[in-house]
């Protein structure tokens, strides 16, 4: 009488026959057939592998490499989409597809058919929780819309926002050296991260009504900043490596060590900043204390007859997302602000004239205020131009969809990534007039910026109901940032050979510029 298999082995019999398994069952489904899909991408490409065979064929260095890829797999070819990935085991990763034509990428961001990137929902969830504005969909994600507008983009915070932030720019321009008639003062902007600094102390304030600062006198309160920057930049970094469409991701977003470390951070950052501020609000409003009008303020105080107010796990996460996204998106767009500048001085000047004309209407010594900032009208088409010649989003707006979708010839398959390539058209001659030339005045009187053809030749942003929801409060960052730091500073670039760098965003690895004091009056 023959004797059973011990169990380990017939379980290894089981995992041997496997693949073959698998192979045979994907070889013998019958699936929906296809006859307009979009080419696929020949070179370096498989079923299997992707664009991560192309990475790995350019020896790219790791630290998401498909990304600066992205614009010129979309240049090679001379359809409007393409398939990067073709068909494989839907548990290992989904049908890809490129889209570089501006009139295609305007449909498919607007089209009620997609819907917001998986990859993304899971790294934000990953970092900053689940209910917030970038992890939630449908009526959910439309009653967080409706009560963060009231909480954060109307005058009152905005005014807010605008006050911390201008307090935060001259606190630390104050303390930098004193630079001295024919010694002007040097500095590498980008390796110092004093911008992303001030940008996370002023939405941390702004967000959570924590004053904290890496330039406070109190050892504990720079410790504790420093911490906060810290672990913000290890959770951005994170995110931007689960970006990627493609296997790769699949391993990516099940390293346990990377999630337990996510988790550990997040909860430091809520537990010793978060929660015991939220509570002080909590108890100072009950009390009749004054309280400042800031988003923390604005988030207790939502709601209305039609919608409930945030929780307290809503704050938190909606505060976590704010501060991350205000961190690396709003800092890097200002350092690519500050290179341009540097590369044309007469904007520079410009912009200088157009904020002492500003300020000449206060006493002396005054600071810009909210609705100065919007005056500003020659700064702010020195940003769109900035942002339309390097946006931080250097590699492409990211949808899924469900269902099929008509993409004018092509059919995207259901269950299928798009990834909407606008750096194709931003500097395109077919999108702009001069289109490799720094020229803000195509943005005077021009919300198009002069285009040339229809459709998202522009989308720093990004486009439909999954854009950013943060636009208007980065905008008044930057100009805030901007204004401060060039009416107090002349400023011109050491070098203009900088080597750009890949998370989630694009930024220049390197910023060495030479500051030049202005007579602030």
Known sequence: MAMPLEVPVAKAILYALLPILIACY????????????????????????????????KGDEFGLPWIPNMKKLADSCSNGVMAVYSFGPKWLTRPTYLVKDPVLISSMLTSSKVKRFSNLMEASKATSGDKHITALTGDELKRHRKLLTACILAKRPMARFVELLTAGVCKYLDTLPTPT???????????????????????SNFSFGINISCHSEDPVDVERCKKLHSALQFMFKVTGERLVAGPLNFFLKRDIWTNYKLWKLGTFIRREFILPALHQRKEDMSSGVQVPDDAMTMMLESGDTDDAPFSEEEICDEGMVMVQAGYEATAYTFLWLVYHLGQ???HQELCF????????KHPPGSHLTSSDIEELTHLHCVISESMRMQSINDSAAARDTDVDLELGPYTIPAGSTILAVGKCNSLSEESFENADQFKPERWKNDPTGGAKRPGAVNIPFGLGQYRCFGQPLALVALRTLAAVWIQRYRFELLSEDIERTYHATCSPGNLPIRMFPRCVS
């Open 26 to 57: 994907f070889l013998l489904r019958k699936g929906k057939t296809y006859v307009n899909l979009p080419p696929m991408v020949e070179k370096g490409y498989s079923n299997w592998t992707g664009h991560v065979r192309f990475i790995l064929a």
């Open 181 to 203: 008639v024919g010694r002007p003062l040097d500095l590498n902007l980008a390796k110092s991260k004093a911008v992303g600094i001030l940008v996370v102390e002023a939405f």
């Open 344 to 346: 044309h001085p007469e």
């Open 353 to 360: 004239k157009e904020i002492r004309e500003v300020l000449s």
